[in-house]
């Protein structure tokens, strides 16, 4: 068998392009009286059931949400917390916090049940009004988590107050 070449062949693996996640995923668990982790508020932008017991929720760059975590075991609580958190787009800062990927900028957080049930009562206030906490200025959320440090009451959201935030993220776009 001489004179006959046999020709060679060549592979060349291209790596495929990243595939860039741009959204924020949290995972919910409801174990009844255990564990119970819930969105108050929010848009998600998708869904996902994994079992029974628990789904993710994913949220787009920019969304805000309220992220609650309770726990317990058979002694009582053992973990009362709440997250109010904007998404973030990829390569912003971000925070870490369980359950949330990659995580989020906090806006507001309060452990311990006192201070997670002023906050909710104070969610309900603005709900009170017709806002969805989701829709309210970012910088209110820190307000209301610095006065809650601080041990002072926060200011009401009002209807005035929205107006202005909605006028100025429109100037902003």
Known sequence: MTGTSVPSIVIAFVPAAPIVDTLTHVELTWIEKRIENW???GRPAHAQILDRSRRIVSFTPGSIFAFVRWASN???TVVSRIDIVRAVAPGEAYQTLPFVRPGGE???????WPKVEKVLQHMDAVEAIGVNGADVAPD????VHNRLIAGHMP???TPERHAAWLKRR???Q
């Open 39 to 41: 969105i108050r508020f």
């Open 74 to 76: 058979d002694f009582g």
């Open 106 to 112: 906090i806006l507001l957080r309060a452990d311990g």
């Open 140 to 143: 209110h959320w820190r307000h």
């Open 155 to 157: 200011r009401a959201y």
């Open 170 to 172: 429109e100037c902003e």
